[in-house]
């Protein structure tokens, strides 16, 4: 008996490994998961051989569906009337499974699991839902099925379909509300398996179908085939959602193989490497991923349809007494459009259609979608381009609210892609190992959207949105901002004015309107460039920087757009740090226009604090020393950095001589920690080097100096690994180590090593960005401008800053920005002897602080 055991064992190892490398050599998924399923069930039944039980076994998730990728759960169900009388059976027989290789996930049901888990546990009861019988009791399985089946009532269907629809918003949630998140989980994601599964689960839900035929297909094919002969989906589109569901899956199943383990979030490196297997030519990676963004579309935008329409039947319908004819072709009832009667319809009527989805928040009902998605397959770009269509695309620009929505809805079904051929180029357009987490397409829709939510926003962005009375030049200049990318990312918004200005001039917009567009466009980047690398408080920066503009509403329209554009990025990208920066820029630059002055005479302008209002916060100090610390900064920008009460303290560790100060402050996103002592060659690389001993990582920083040589360094960090807040068990340590290290206790070389091999392991997984490093020097009246573009890496600024000092270089300004995984940091620095670098020096500095940055990634 040992032998044979041992025999089934080595047979079904072999045989499995047999399969998963035939997988790597092709191409069809759900011949993989179907064989390789088969086989699991084929050893389970081998291994319980001729013994009877008294309970059901089941199969349940992807092994139920037959969607088995290599590394999936197996997951079984033990169906009992009587858990206890059965307990010995289930532990040999799990044993035995494990023991032979079959890594098997299970769980034991009795019938009073059903009613319970209907009533307090959404996941577990839809796992009840769907089973395949395997062995065992058939009379068991039978009755367990029956008992399911009268638990769906019409009460406790509306029940779980609700429950349904919001599990799908939580779904939502967490792993993004878009189909085109560059770096998917494929499980998970919008417009991945779950997408389709969930549709599944209401179908069984609402029809009582269990879908348990026992064929040898997948349950995807075996759905899709029900869709198709109820024809609650056209033929077309079952093709389109079959291939789409089909290539997903595809890649999952190659994903488990590439990582040898359960993995479902396909990460750029995981991507590069399927284009290469996959795919040929140059342009592999890119073709995968618009296949897969297409892929997506289709299946998100399948389950989006199939939850409104089941949404709807669950609720009580609307008479046709309350319909509204919108015209003679478009018909509203409720919050669905549809066709008033059949007919062939043209683009214009379909602009049409989404102008009134946009006035009224409406959604198309499955025949009018329909009808738009085979428009759009069947057609040429060119029978889009219309007069007709440019005043409905206008109008949908013009709409008092659900621009975004509208577009990108459009966006889903190709319409807006085959209308502006430009944007078609976007779809799916990834700018692989940038900061961006969506796609360009989806990036530009979510510019107009977070412009939108101003609308009910009481900040001064929302307020100069809201005076805004024409938003159309604003929702065409993020159309247009980010068009060229596809063609090149350097220089997109250079090649973006000509690309918007041939759209606009077709569409037949005005010269002066193009000539708007056209200067947000080509000036897009210039807000954030300017605002988070360039000193704030220097009039020749403030002085270039306002001679773009011939208006206060060119500057206003440009804040929006820097707002729109860095915020439709990625959650992590817009900080409070950021908006104070901008903001900043914008209040200087509108006062500098409207009053016509310079940049120096608005600094001049500028009120300094109340020494009574920042003394009275401390007994330790009076009113001049406040004047006297006031007058010795360097740079007035201090004073709006810091509260009164913040001064304060720093004027009184400074008064009682205090080596080095360290202050701590909780943030929402960051803990704050400010470094007050005396400046030394190297102090900011120490500083730098202490939290990184202490496994903080460093997103901002700003440097002040004292004429007196006493500085003043802030610092927003997060913890390393959780990128959370420090917790305040860990002040007193960087506080110590501060100490030891600025005084030359601590030789910090040795514990920078020691902290690179603890974490070397798990440096990769945080910090996943590969790039180019590109050094760039600006010239300055006063100093010379160094800034350091990078992916960012555990020390980076440490390294960076250190080597500066190697080279007898001395910073008197710096912005710190983490972007995600990316660097951009800028540094005022001069020479040893407080001289602009030579630009005979470029070259040797910019080549040695490459190769140290190299060195780190």
């Not at 032979?100 to 699991?113: K, L, P």
Request: charged share 25%; hydrophobic share 40%; proline share 2%.
């Amino acid at each position: 008996m040992v032998s044979d055991i041992s025999d089934i064992k080595k047979n079904f190892l072999i045989r499995r490994e047999k399969l998963f490398k035939e997988n790597l050599k092709q191409d069809d998924s759900f011949k993989f998961s179907l064989h390789y399923s088969l086989l699991v069930e084929e050893f389970i039944r081998t291994l319980a051989s001729s013994k009877k039980f008294n309970f059901a076994l089941a199969s349940a998730g992807s092994f139920c569906r037959r969607e088995l990728s290599p590394f999936s759960d197996i997951d079984l169900i033990f169906i009992c009337s009587d858990i206890e009388e059965n307990e010995k059976d289930i532990v040999q027989f799990v044993t035995l499974l494990w023991d032979n290789g079959i890594e098997v996930s299970h769980t034991v049901r009795n019938f009073a699991d059903i009613q319970k888990f209907l009533e307090t546990d959404l996941h577990s009861f839809t796992q009840l839902l769907e089973t395949r019988f395997l062995l065992g009791s058939d009379k068991i399985y039978s009755s367990w099925n029956e008992a399911i089946s009268l638990s769906i009532n019409d009460s406790s269907k509306r029940l779980i379909l609700s429950r349904l629809f919001e599990d799908i918003n939580q779904r939502y949630e967490k792993y993004g509300d878009s189909p085109k998140v560059l770096e998917p989980n494929l499980k998970l994601s919008p417009g991945c398996l779950r997408d389709f599964q969930t549709v599944e689960w209401i179908y069984i839900i609402y029809y009582k179908d269990f879908l348990q035929e026992q064929q040898e297909s997948t349950r995807a094919e075996i759905f899709i085939r029900l869709l198709e002969e109820n024809k609650i989906v056209n033929p077309n589109e079952i093709k389109r959602l079959l291939e789409s569901y089909k290539f997903i899956l595809s890649i999952r199943n190659f994903l488990h193989l590439l990582t040898n383990s359960k993995t479902d979030r396909f990460e750029f490196n995981h991507q590069t490497k399927f284009a290469e297997l996959k795919y040929s030519g140059k342009n592999s990676f890119s073709l995968v991923m618009k296949d897969f963004f297409k892929a997506a579309g289709v299946i998100n935008r399948f389950s989006k349809s199939m939850v409104r329409r089941y949404s709807d039947l669950n609720s009580p319908s609307i008479p046709d007494s309350l319909s509204i004819e919108l015209d003679e072709d478009f018909t509203l009832k409720g919050k669905v459009i549809s066709l008033t009667v059949q007919k062939e319809i043209d683009f214009p009527d379909i602009l049409r259609a989404y102008y009134y989805s946009g006035l009224h928040s409406a959604f198309f009902d499955e025949n009018l979608r329909s009808h738009v998605v085979e428009l759009v397959e069947a057609s040429h770009q060119s029978s889009f381009i219309q007069a007709e269509s440019s005043v409905f695309f206008r109008e949908i620009l013009k709409l008092p609210k659900n621009v975004g929505a509208t577009l990108n809805d459009m966006n889903e079904t190709g319409v807006l892609g085959m209308f502006l051929p430009e944007f078609n180029d976007l779809n799916g357009f990834v700018q692989h190992g940038v900061y961006h987490c969506y796609t360009a397409d989806e990036h530009t829709i979510k510019t107009i959207q977070n412009l939108e939510n101003l609308d009910s926003d009481n900040s001064q962005l929302g307020r100069i949105y809201k005076n805004l009375k024409d938003k159309e030049i604003l929702f065409l200049a993020m159309l247009f901002h980010d068009i060229a990318k596809p063609i090149n990312i350097p220089g997109h918004e250079i090649l973006g004015v000509e690309m918007a200005s041939s759209s606009m001039e077709r569409l037949g917009y005005s010269d002066e309107e193009i000539d708007d567009v056209t200067f947000l466009v080509r000036h897009h980047l210039l807000m954030e460039q300017v605002a988070f690398r360039r000193n704030l408080n220097d009039a020749e920066t403030l002085n270039n920087f306002v001679s773009k503009f011939n208006s206060t509403k060119q500057l206003d329209l440009l804040y929006l757009v820097t707002y729109a554009d860095l915020s439709a990025v990625n959650p992590a990208v817009w900080t409070s740090w950021k908006s104070d920066l901008l903001s900043e820029l914008y209040s200087k630059s509108k006062a500098m226009l409207e009053n016509q002055i310079s940049g120096d005479e608005l600094l001049q302008m500028t009120s300094l604090p109340v020494p009574k209002e920042i003394s009275k916060h401390s007994d330790e100090i009076s009113e001049s020393h406040v004047r006297e610390h006031i007058d010795s900064m360097t740079d007035i920008s201090y004073i709006y950095q810091f509260s009164e009460a913040e001064i304060a303290r720093h004027i009184k560790e400074i008064n009682r001589g205090t080596f080095v100060a360290v202050i701590f402050k909780e943030l929402n996103d960051f803990t704050n920690i400010t470094v007050i002592t005396r400046d030394f060659p190297s102090l900011l690389s120490k500083i730098c080097g202490v939290l990184l001993i202490n496994d903080a990582n460093i997103h901002d920083a700003k440097i002040f100096t004292r004429k007196d040589g006493i500085v003043i360094d802030t610092f927003n960090v997060t913890d390393f690994r959780t990128q959370k807040k420090l917790d305040q068990s860990r002040y007193p340590k960087i506080e110590s180590d501060m100490n030891d290290v600025l005084s030359g206790i601590t030789q910090l070389q040795h514990e920078v090593a020691k902290i690179k091999s603890k974490w070397w392991r798990i440096e990769s997984k945080l910090f996943k960005r590969s790039g180019k490093v590109k050094i760039v020097f600006e010239k300055h009246d006063r100093y010379s401008i160094i800034d350091v573009f990078s992916p960012d890496r555990l020390g980076f600024l440490y390294h960076v800053t250190n080597k500066m000092n190697e080279l007898g270089l001395i910073i008197y300004f710096a912005k710190i920005s983490t972007q995600a995984d990316d660097i951009v940091d800028s540094f005022y620095v001069l020479n040893r002897n407080n001289k602009k670098i030579s630009p005979v020096n470029y070259a040797f500095i910019k080549d040695e602080l490459i190769k140290t940055i190299n060195q780190i990634l």
